[in-house]
């Protein structure tokens, strides 16, 4: 049967990037989005934003909800201080199968814990199976209509601390409105905008930034 947009990246990748070096896996994805098949990763534009985030925080404790083909988790965990590991989670198993093809061949499968299932059930999980008591950074970029259930559970499960940074991809497009107006009206949060465009298009995108107080 036909191969998935997925298997056809994951064959990009193999073809024209470097075992054992992140920076030529995420040129190699962005080439392919650019010249061959439109794909949801964040992206080069996007990706740099989330790049200097990582920097800036320094994270010890990582979360990122949306694997997709791990294309973001390859820029997070390339970043990452050595010891430090990521906890990625995907609910599409074919997605998982080809992200973790992806990891791999970019080296950093040892800085990575892919889970599959979906956040309702894995967020309140997480304290008892991965032995976190909170989180530095969560990268979103899941259901857009998840963000802000899933923040809220953070927020009950008691997985933030002050200090913890949440970035959320796509908040304009596709969107997620309920969302925005929680994190900035919300005097938990000090909420920023960083202005920029859906990967691989002109559209009007960005990525929301929001520090939680305590
Ligand atoms: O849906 C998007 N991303 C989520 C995929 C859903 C996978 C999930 C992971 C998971 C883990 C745990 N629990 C539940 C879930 S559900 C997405 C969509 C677009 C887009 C933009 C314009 C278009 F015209 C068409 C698509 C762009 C993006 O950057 C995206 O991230
Ligand atoms: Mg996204």
Same mark, same amino acid.
């Given at each position: ?93 074919? !997605? ?7 990891? &791999?061949?970019? =080296? *950093?499968?040892?800085? @990575?814990? $892919? ?78 905008? !960083? ?7 002109? &559209?009007?995108? =960005? *990525?929301?930034?929001? @520090?939680? $107080?305590?």
């Amino acid at each position: 049967t036909r191969s998935t947009r997925p298997q056809r990246m994951l064959k990009a990748v193999q073809k024209n990037a470097t075992k054992g070096n992140p920076q030529s896996v995420i040129s190699a994805i962005d080439y392919f989005c650019k010249n061959s098949e439109w794909a949801m990763n964040v992206g080069d534009e996007k990706g740099s934003i989330l790049d200097s985030v990582v920097t800036e925080v320094n994270p010890s404790t990582v979360l990122e909800l949306g694997t997709y083909c791990g294309y973001s988790t390859v820029r997070i965990a390339r970043l990452l201080s050595p010891g430090t590991k990521l906890i990625t989670l995907e609910f599409n198993p074919a !997605y998982a199968t080809v992200a973790r093809q992806i990891i &791999a061949y970019a =080296g *950093l499968q040892d800085k @990575v814990t $892919l889970v599959e299932g979906s956040s309702a059930d894995l967020i309140p999980q997480i304290k008892e199976r991965f032995g976190i008591t909170t989180f530095d950074f969560i990268f979103l970029d899941h259901w857009k209509d998840r963000y802000l259930p899933d923040i809220k559970l953070f927020e009950e499960c008691g997985l933030l601390r002050k200090g913890s940074v949440l970035l959320a991809d796509n908040v304009i497009c596709p969107g997620a409105p309920e969302y925005l107006e929680y994190v900035r009206n919300s005097p938990r949060y000090e909420s920023r905008y !960083y202005p920029a465009h859906l990967e691989y298009t002109k &559209a009007e995108d =960005g *990525l929301e930034k929001s @520090v939680f $107080l305590g």
